[in-house]
């Protein structure tokens, strides 16, 4: 977490697999809400352009569909969070975290303040980050 952004830190091999050269960037001010959910790999749907998709084990790198963008690092059976972004080049941000719960705490403190950022929380779940190693 910085000051200004949020800042999703990968991988050689993910970043390998996502066809980026480097870490996602997201302004505080494009997260809409965020919330811990039981299996982010579930949620990843649409044509994978570009990205490494392994059969019922991992999805790493961008979904399209209906003229949405989704970018993701997920594991099957691994919980994690779900970003919903405003403004940004991707609609939605999709992670497995091993444990999303404790880092969605530290990222509601982290976009509630200071006062220039809005406040970041979902009604229907827990913000959180994603860090490399992780």
Not at 54 to 74: D, L, S
């Amino acid at each position: 977490m910085e000051t200004s952004d949020l800042r999703v830190v990968l991988t050689r091999g993910e970043k390998w697999a996502a066809l980026r050269r480097s870490d996602l960037t997201i302004p505080w001010s494009q997260i809409q809400t965020v919330e811990v959910v039981a299996e982010p790999y579930r949620l990843v749907h649409g044509l994978r352009a570009p990205g490494l998709a392994v059969p019922w084990r991992t999805r790493i790198g961008t979904w399209r569909t209906n003229g949405r963008k989704v970018f993701a690092v997920t594991t099957r059976r691994r919980p994690g969070i779900r970003l919903e972004l405003q403004g940004h080049d991707f609609s939605q941000v999709l992670l497995s975290l091993p444990a999303p719960d404790g880092l969605a705490e530290r990222l509601r403190a982290a976009g509630s303040t200071p006062a220039d950022r809005r406040p970041i929380g979902s009604p229907r779940g827990n913000p959180d980050q994603r860090t490399a190693g992780e």
